[in-house]
């Protein structure tokens, strides 16, 4: 077959510019970067041979050796493992066919020192080798295919494919190097690069230099067989930044070996940065399965639940059997008992950290709560557990705040643990749905995950105390105590002594004008300072809800709210005294107006856009609202 050139995907192009411009400072990774992807090859084809030991027959030792040639100027990192075709070099090499990748770009800044830790989030890979060699030449064959591959690229813009006959078994990547990159031909260089970041690497990496055998550089053993005093933390460190593809530091580590009916070493890791594909669809799980140190998926489903996918590592048991097939794994009863133990390890972990660490805890809350808050609903067997590890930010002050802390501050006569949803906290705190809890002094939850509306739904109680949406029906707010503080009882007062004229007249005009675009009209005991606010009725669809499923094209209709007035609002006053001699077209448009203001304050459009436009300029033109309006 002719060789080829192809042009890069526009992504890649763009990684590779701010990859090789924003990483300048830590250019030896690229070394960790390609032994790391050798290693996983190796793997693969290792699990592969299980059932098909032809494909390993002519050379069954898996190694990783790098070669440097002073005289050529390059370097040659080369692995026996499971090797690419053409499609696979055009797939891994010139795309990046990886959730996350759009995110990643819309975040980078073009500020190296900002774009570093997005690109530690992200990974690098092999396109990191562009960092030191002006051009990087290929040379594959995939395990059981009569012929090989060679690919070259100098990184900008383009690569070429063409057939290669002779090619070995694997991967074989040859860095020509920049000028001012000689260190990496250097043995000490070689042997410091590898111990630093590439030791715990289960495969041999040897150095071959000329006619001199070959040395081993590493240790070459798994790390998660090895006593946990025997490991530092940089090792550690080392092998999360390997198996996680990841350049963030680990916010935690765990690493223990189960025995019993069941045995299995767990090596398990929590990034302290977001990965990308964190909210992809798929949700998939990142711990990698091994069985007696051979590697078996990267993707098995039912090893840890999808709601702590953050979760990076391996777990290796040699009691399942090693020729078991992925299919065969998700009904596998030894892997309940092993995802069981691993859950319990982690949920117990966590409540440590919370107990003891609550800021490092309040910073884990604030990457993943998100995440561990789809345990609510979808797991129902651990839900106990979570509930202790939730935290919300509160009307109460800044911070975060558990379910113990909002139940010691509840007020007298309070039966519901109340709460908002919304897309933004600072402007949820500002809802006017507030008022009348603010004015009793009532503490309520900000939440803004999109979650938050659907496992809310799930929890019906903690302890004794349900939970109750703002947003739904009457507010409740008569049996508790009043409030404490001066501010609060002035905020009370206005509430409680607030003028209630005869609103039957104005109920009535509004009612037939806004017609079916409203549920209801009816008096407020929640608001003190706003003149009107929609809220859902009793067993209808939250509103915020409601507006997720539309944005997501789940929902097509719009469900017709409750419209609340607040009899004490000079507003309100006013247009009841009007009301009094029947409809009128000044009522009519102030009452188009109040809907229009009670839907922007939720998030939502006017009814009619253009109307409200001409309605507002009409009103701010006559000035027919009466001062203090």
Known sequence: MAEEKLSFQAEVARVLDIVVHSLYSQKEIFLRELISNGSDACDKLRWQSITEPELIADDPEFRITLTPNKEARTLTVADNGIGMNREDLIENLGTIARSGTGEFLKNLTGDSKKDISLIGQFGVGFYSAFMVADTVEVITRRAGDAHGWR??????????VAEHEGAARGTTVTLHLKPEEDEFLEEFRLRHVVKTYSDHIAIPVLLKQ???EPQTLNEASALWTRPRNEISDEQYKEFYHHVAHAFDEPWLT???KAEGAIEYTGLLYIPSQKPFDLFQPDRKQHVRLYVNRV?????CEGLVPAWLRFVRGVVDSPDLPLNVSREMLQHNPLLRKIQNGLV?????ELK????NEPEAYATFWETFGAVLKEGMYEDHERRDKLTDLLRFHTTHGDGLHSFADYASRMKEGQKHIYYITGDDREAIAQSPLLEGYRAKGVEVLLLTDPIDEFWVANMPTYKEFSLKSVAAGGADLKDIKKAESEEAKDEEQKADEAPKEDLDGLITVLKATLGEKVKDVRPSDRLTESPVCLVAEEGDMPMHLERLLRAHQQKDTETPRVLEINPGHALIKHMAAKAKSGPSPELEDLGFLLLDQARIV?????TDPVAFGKRLAKVMQLGVAPAGA
């Open 254 to 256: 765990l690493h223990y």
């Open 295 to 299: 590697f078996i998926t990267d993707d």
């Open 151 to 160: 690919w070259v690229s100098d990184g900008t813009g383009s690569f070429t």
């Open 344 to 348: 319990n390890k982690l949920l117990g």
């Open 352 to 355: 440590k950290k919370a107990e």
């Open 602 to 606: 939720e998030g939502e459009a006017p």
């Open 210 to 212: 000329g006619d001199e």
